[in-house]
C-alpha cells in the first residue's frame, strides 16, 4: 500500500506556474505508475497525465499537453507536475495517483492509491 500526499498548490493569475508535488510512502513506490487528475465543481474527475514507474514514458491530456510536464524521482519517493501557462479552466482540486498494472490508464477507476488533492485556482 502506497500513501500519497500532495501539496503545492495554490491560487495564481492566468499565464502563470505552479508546481504540485506527490509525496509517496512505502517501499514500493517505484513499481507503480503515476497519474494526476482534476475535478473541477461539479464536473467528474478527469485525467491529466501519467508517468510510468520508470519514468520513461509520459502521456498527457490534450488540454494540458505542451503546458504541463510530470516527471518522479523513485529515489525519493516523490512525483511532480509542473504546471506552465495556466489558464482559469485549470481550477480544480488536483490529485496524485498509482497504479501497479502495466501499461497506460487514464481511467480513475485503474488507480488504487489516491491522495488527499490540492486546490489550484487559476484567476484570469
Known amino acids: 500500500q502506497v500513501q500519497l500526499v500532495e501539496s503545492g498548490g495554490g491560487l495564481v493569475q492566468a499565464g502563470g506556474s505552479l508546481r504540485l508535488s506527490c509525496a509517496a510512502s512505502?517501499?514500493?513506490?517505484?513499481?507503480?505508475?503515476v497519474g494526476w487528475f482534476r475535478q473541477a465543481p461539479g464536473k467528474e474527475r478527469e485525467f491529466v497525465a501519467t508517468?510510468?514507474?520508470?519514468?520513461?514514458?509520459?502521456y498527457f491530456a490534450d488540454s494540458v499537453k505542451g503546458r504541463f510536464t510530470i516527471s518522479r524521482d523513485n529515489a525519493k519517493g516523490t512525483a511532480s507536475l509542473q504546471m506552465d501557462s495556466l489558464k482559469p479552466d485549470d481550477t480544480a482540486v488536483y490529485y496524485c495517483?498509482?497504479?501497479?498494472?502495466?501499461?497506460?490508464?487514464?481511467?480513475?477507476?485503474?488507480?488504487?492509491?489516491w491522495g488527499q488533492g490540492t486546490q489550484v485556482t487559476v484567476s484570469s
Open positions: 512505502g517501499r514500493t513506490f517505484s513499481s507503480y505508475a
Open positions: 495517483a498509482t497504479r501497479a498494472a502495466g501499461g497506460r490508464s487514464t481511467v480513475p477507476n485503474e488507480y488504487t492509491n
Open positions: 508517468i510510468s514507474w520508470s519514468g520513461g514514458s509520459t
